[in-house]
């Protein structure tokens, strides 16, 4: 029906033919429009961020964060110590990985649900004010998350794989290969072409040393991980009173699944920071004399007491009148994961 026909009179319309606004009233609502949407970029350019899916092309997290504006900074956000217990190597191909920029965390899974969670539940309790609970649920949540991946990385520490070799004879595995084991159980390839061995060699003959200058503790740490504390000993007039003086200082830094590492000018030694009870405790191979988990006399893989090691050696410094130089290195097993298998990355 036209309007004509009705007896009410047509609508003032603007000359344009457009609908519009008085331009003050036009004038604030984009004011106001322009203000909510530079709000919402700044909300939106704030908390975590994607950095991309784990693939068998990418499949560490160390790749993504290098495809990433974070490139420059990726070590230091892998080993800051928010991230420094996370399971880099049981991360499965699928995985989307999250970095939250603000407290530089890393997440994926079940931890990147939480992160995201409680990002969102923050925004809405600074907006209205009645996400208290929600964020107090959320954190409590990130916390419990947090301990189960803390506890799922220490059970797959190098101690967890290096245990299974206790009772092994020296001559079936010595000190170093009981390193070998222990990374070769966490999914590491270290034989082969593309392997570990290979890329330690490669490596020692790029800088023109020996070979095999690589292929120890030392030198496992020095190209898969980083020193945490690195010291030289002379002359030790009281190795008892030392012992106690070095314990106190590695003590806060202990950690299992650590490589320690004993060097003397024609010897040297390694092997893996354990615990037993409350003790901390050293497993290696060679002559036990200070066994925990069997007999002594033997030469064979054991788990001995972490201070009787430290004693032996520093009594073994002032018998020989050899300086004697102590390395505890931590291993990164996400830069070690470009040495699996695609199919090892797949089941880790």
């Known amino acids: 029906m036209k309007i004509d026909n009705t007896g009410l009179q047509p609508p003032n319309l603007p000359s344009s033919g457009v609908w519009s606004r008085p331009p003050e009233t036009r004038n604030r609502f984009n ?6 949407i530079d709000t919402a970029s700044r909300e939106q350019g704030s908390g975590p961020v994607l950095l991309g899916t784990i693939t068998r092309d990418t499949p560490t997290v ?21 991230n420094s217990d996370k399971p880099y190597h049981r991360i499965q191909p699928g995985a989307q990985v999250h970095y939250n920029p603000e407290t530089r965390e890393l997440a994926w899974g079940k931890a990147a649900e939480v992160m995201l969670a409680k990002h969102s539940a923050g925004n809405l309790s600074a907006s209205s004010g009645t996400m208290e609970q929600a964020n107090i649920t959320a954190m409590s949540a990130a916390s419990q998350d947090a301990a189960v991946v803390t506890q799922e990385a220490r059970m797959m520490d190098l101690s967890t794989s290096a245990k299974q070799f206790i009772g092994r004879d020296y ?4 000190c170093y290969e009981l390193l070998v084991g222990g990374l070769t159980e966490l999914g590491v390839k270290y034989a082969g072409k593309g392997g570990l061995h290979e890329h330690l060699v490669n490596r020692a003959s790029q800088q023109g040393l020996a070979r095999n200058h690589y292929l120890n503790g030392e030198g496992l740490v020095s190209e898969s991980g980083k020193d945490v504390y690195k010291e030289t000993y002379y002359r030790i007039t009281d190795p008892e009173g030392t012992v106690d003086e070095i314990m ?4 806060p830094r202990l950690e299992q699944g650590q490589i320690l590492s004993f060097s003397m ?5 390694t ?5 037993m009870n409350d003790q901390w405790t050293f497993i290696n191979s060679g002559k ?13 893989v054991g ?3 972490l201070e009787a090691e430290l004693l032996n050696w520093f009594k073994l410094v002032n018998k020989e009148k050899e300086a004697l130089q102590i390395t505890l290195g931590r291993l990164d097993m996400d830069r070690l994961s470009m040495f699996s298998a695609p199919s090892v990355r797949q089941k880790a």
């Open 303 to 305: 788990e001995e007491s």
């Open 248 to 251: 106190a200082e590695l003590s």
């Open 31 to 36: 004011t106001i429009l322009t203000n909510e």
């Open 271 to 275: 092997g893996v920071i354990s615990k």
């Open 288 to 300: 036990m004399d200070n066994n925990l988990s069997g007999k002594n006399g033997g030469k064979a």
């Open 265 to 269: 000018r024609n010897r040297g030694h």
């Open 62 to 82: 160390s790749q993504l964060l290098y495809k990433s504006p974070f490139k420059a900074e990726c070590w230091n956000i892998i080993h800051d110590k928010v």
């Open 171 to 174: 001559e079936q595995m010595d």
